[in-house]
């Protein structure tokens, strides 16, 4: 679509976001964000499957994120996509490559996706949405000549895709208002994850679901025990009759006694021959913090984060390698690579029209905060004629040296002999 259709559907596109409050009520929607409900049956299917989990708490989006392992995984995601470098490349020939600088979506991708966010911010909202709903949208607005001018972000809870008779998909979105506007592939950035059906994408909420719900249970439980003083439930016992007055009396000091805070530590007084009998196990006896930690690495496991990188150490994630080093290698390849082609794909096949044009993540960037490493590529890079000093210094920031355009020949050329070309190896004489 031009800038000028967007207006019309009530799509800026050079002034403020576009409402996506999800409180639109007219269209329900399961409560992981992935499908749309439009019939009876969709909405009888919801309720019976629902959110709800046999813990008896509603994991959705916004739940789930209250819970610090599920935040800590998505930020963690969210955060290497947003802070690494993507561009425009160009095939000249089969070996050369240039920076399609001359295109307005460079200019979308690298300063402005919009007039209201960054890049770094569009970037991290979008993986952000894949994580916790399994899509992620965007409206393309293009220019007089098809050049994408701006990404609109839509949410993902006000949008339905289906697919066509022809098999292309079109894309429904719901403003606040009620009404529908109507894109067609070709209008839409969709970026999805891991799909069963290659339409919609999957979200890990929809089979964590159980997991989430515990953990969100046991922080609820924590919650409650902490609210109580950390006392374990019981019963007062007494051989005498008392009277309702009397029994609210008790209740009302025992509640204050275990409430905790400054009652800590305090005597409880029972009276009339009351006896004091504990009726449930505490946190120690039924394992509650062990529980947590497998909470947090069940999470991690299903969001693709090693656990110490959020922080728990328990030595749950020895798999990942027992350095820093090791465990941020193995988060690069089996995670983070996986959301780059997601990202470089959804872009050149969505928003590039030349086949000779791609979108590609600068994965060198990763490595910025370990000097160590990449200074020793640098060298082994000009060592073996990769890059030329020039080059090195072109990606520290750094302006170009006079003479640093030379590429160093490598150490153990291919075919030397060390002798001269134009020298025979000559047979001693006879004597």
Known sequence: MTAEQYRRNGISSTGSAPSVSTGYTPMASVPDGGILISSSSELEEALRTGSTTASGEVVNAETAMRVAT???????????????PIKLMRRVDARTREDADDLELWSVLTRRPNKWQKPAVFKRMMQAHVLLRGNAYAAIVRGALGGV??????????????????????????????????????????????????????????????????????????????????????????????????RDRLQESADRYRSGGENAGR???????????????????????????????????????????????????????????????????????????????????????????????????????????????YIAALQWGVYSPNEVRALEDENPREGGDIYYPPPNTAGKTGLDDNDDEKEPKDA
């Open 70 to 84: 599920v935040f800590g995984c998505v930020r963690i995601r969210s955060s290497a996509v947003a802070t690494t």
């Open 149 to 246: 001018q701006a990404l609109i972000p839509l949410h993902p809870d006000r949008v339905d895709v289906k697919q066509r008779e022809d098999l292309s998909l079109e894309y429904t979105w719901t403003r606040k208002d009620g009404r529908q506007v109507k894109f067609d592939q070709r209008d839409v950035l969709h970026l999805l994850n891991l799909t069963l059906d290659g339409v919609r994408g999957v979200t890990p909420l929809a089979y964590a679901r159980e997991t989430i719900g515990q953990a969100i249970a046991m922080e609820r439980h924590g919650s409650n025990v902490f609210k109580n003083g950390a006392q374990v439930s019981g019963a007062l016992t007494t051989t005498q009759k008392l009277s309702p007055e009397a």
């Open 267 to 377: 005597i409880i007084v029972l009276e009339q021959g009351l006896d004091y009998k504990a009726i449930a196990l505490n946190q120690e006896d039924a394992e509650w913090i062990e529980s947590k930690k497998l909470s947090r690495s069940e999470i991690c496991m299903f969001f693709g984060v090693p656990p110490s990188m959020i922080g728990d150490n328990s030595g749950s994630d020895s798999n990942w390698g027992t350095g820093l080093e090791q465990k941020a290698t193995a988060f690069r390849i089996y995670c983070l690579e996986d959301d780059y082609v997601m990202w470089e794909e959804a872009l050149t096949a969505d928003c590039v029209d030349d086949l000779k044009v791609y979108a590609r993540f600068n994965r060198n960037a990763v490595a910025r905060a370990d000097m160590k490493t990449r200074w020793a590529s």
